[in-house]
């Protein structure tokens, strides 16, 4: 099968562990682009966090971010997707995080919105990272019908408490994902890594089948099911290598690159 899109994570997939692209997976990926294959990074990672990665790697084809809520153009960071939540689906969300004061990021469009204060720890870590942000007081009243996720912060026993919480107000109407143990995330039911790469394939007349796609997390599920190739990596969950139809080197071990050059290079 001759591959045409390449869909690719970040973290734990073509990110070492130290949070850099390794040569190996740039020249691979190179490679592929030169080919003609199209490359794409498909990421739960907001936009200011994945610009900068599709400039080093020389893309032109519109990226997928935060966990298919959008997918934006490389050259000009225009939205050319986005799946918007429903406000009165998620003002018991709100109502709940505001009577516990809960440390909150909400994404409206391009832009971060918190009410954790600037010199908090948690903004440091995300602003080491590129991520730009706009602190607001009164930040229950700036959440609107453009909201794209929402996000809370906190230790991962008090999520799993707010997830069994919010279970009972919000059960079929968000997808939550517990994220590197510290962040709880709402988006709409329906949206995922799978459905915008769905949709992105689409728009360039690709087939599923000629789609192949590469994880470790349980995200990345949803794209790994739609590709005619889903590949895990070495490092995924046991869970996530079991959807998978090949499983790579870890990403310390450029398994990003080994797989590109055995499925799409043929080397």
Not at 211 to 227: H, Q, R
Request: aromatic share 12%; glycine share 6%; hydrophobic share 40%.
């Amino acid at each position: 099968m001759a591959y045409k899109l390449i869909a690719i994570d970040l973290d734990g997939t073509l990110l070492d562990d130290n949070m850099e692209i390794s040569r190996r997976n740039k020249q691979a990926i190179r490679r592929a682009l030169d080919k003609g294959v199209r490359v794409t990074l498909c990421s739960g990672r907001p936009f200011d966090m994945v610009k900068g990665y599709a400039k080093e790697l020389g893309l032109k084809l519109p990226f997928i971010i935060n966990n298919g809520a959008m997918i934006v153009t490389s050259h000009d960071h225009k939205v050319v997707y986005k799946r918007e939540i429903d406000y009165k689906k998620i003002k018991p969300v709100l109502d709940y995080a505001q009577q516990r004061n809960i440390k909150m990021f909400a994404f409206i469009d391009n832009i971060m919105y918190t009410n954790i204060p600037p010199d908090d720890k948690e903004i440091e870590i995300w602003r080491r990272y590129g991520q730009k942000f706009v602190y607001v007081e009164e930040f229950y009243r700036y959440i609107n019908e453009n909201l794209i996720k929402l996000m809370f912060v906190g230790e991962c026993r008090q999520l799993k408490e707010y997830m069994e919480d919010l279970e009972k107000c919000c059960k079929n109407k968000f997808i939550q994902y517990l994220m590197v143990g510290r962040y709880l995330e709402f988006v709409p039911i329906d949206v995922n890594k799978g459905s915008a790469l769905k949709y992105l394939a689409s728009y360039y007349g690709i087939r599923a089948s000629e789609v192949m796609a590469i994880g470790d997390e349980d995200n990345d599920i949803p794209m790994l099911k739609f590709a005619g190739l889903g590949v895990a990596m070495g490092n995924a969950y046991p869970h996530v290598k079991e959807v998978a139809d090949f499983i790579t080197g870890t990403n310390d071990a450029h398994g990003v690159a080994k797989s590109i050059e055995k499925f799409v290079l043929g080397d």
